[in-house]
T-cell receptor, first 111, second 114 residues
Framework: GQQLNQSPQSMFIQEGEDVSMNCTSS?????WLWYKQDPGEGPVLLIA?????ELTSNGRLTAQFGITRKDSFLNISASIPSDVGIYFC???????????FGKGTRLSVIA | DAGVTQSPTHLIKTRGQQVTLRCSPI?????VSWYQQVLGQGPQFIFQ???????GRGNFPDRFSARQFPNYSSELNVNALLLGDSALYLC?????????????FGPGTRLTVL
């Protein structure tokens, strides 16, 4: 099935560093979502974006809906050990279509 | 309030067998979606149900079926299991079909097909 292109695939960073990851699609989406998944659990929604160019923050997390509507970005500032996990982007093309997920970015934080 | 619950937590089956997975949504949520997450991949949409009606179906063979009960709980059935069906099966609930900003996932059922 279709999956979004998410990069990087994995990251190893030092505690306190900032993190950037992105997600691209060959088609336009009307909604972009970012999730975090911890081992043994389902994904948890971090940020939802509904408008091209929108920039939304949730604590140390900031996400942007690309103006082309074919990409989205997630930044994490001042990373901490509990940021470890897999981050997924997901997009929805229209109100009647299902979510399409990326393959995930695995984040490791070195204390 | 309890979150989305799924049972069983883990399951081991052999090829050709049939399996039924169960999901109880958050109280007040009438929409349930099922996803398959193969190791190392993101979730793939299988089905969505709302008010006991199928609202969407992903690109999965007819061996996969689901239903939603009057209390909004749901079952996912997979017949004639293949090795490739081994995955984490996630259930997610929301008040309405496209309310993704308030869609919550359960912990999943880990299915292993031998």
């Amino acid at each position: 099935g279709q999956q979004l292109n998410q990069s990087p695939q994995s990251m190893f960073i030092q505690e306190g560093e900032d993190v950037s990851m992105n997600c691209t699609s060959s088609s336009i989406f009307n909604t972009w979502l970012w999730y975090k998944q911890d081992p043994g659990e389902g994904p948890v929604l971090l940020i939802a974006l509904y408008k091209a160019g929108e920039l939304t923050s949730n604590g140390r997390l900031t996400a942007q809906f690309g103006i082309t509507r074919k990409d989205s970005f997630l930044n994490i500032s001042a990373s901490i050990p509990s940021d470890v996990g897999i981050y997924f982007c997901a997009g929805q093309a229209s109100g009647n279509t299902p979510l399409v997920f990326g393959k995930g970015t695995r984040l490791s934080v070195i204390a | 309030d309890a979150g989305v619950t799924q049972s069983p937590t883990h399951l081991i089956k052999t090829r050709g067998q049939q399996v039924t997975l169960r999901c109880s949504p958050i109280s007040g949520h009438k929409s349930v979606s099922w996803y398959q997450q193969v190791l190392g991949q993101g979730p793939q949409f299988i089905f969505q149900y709302y008010e006991k009606e199928e609202r969407g179906r992903g690109n999965f063979p007819d061996r996969f079926s689901a239903r939603q009960f009057p209390n909004y709980s749901s079952e996912l059935n997979v017949n004639a299991l293949l090795l490739g069906d081994s995955a984490l099966y996630l259930c997610a609930s929301s008040r309405a079909p496209s309310s993704y900003n308030e869609q919550f996932f359960g912990p999943g059922t880990r299915l292993t097909v031998l």
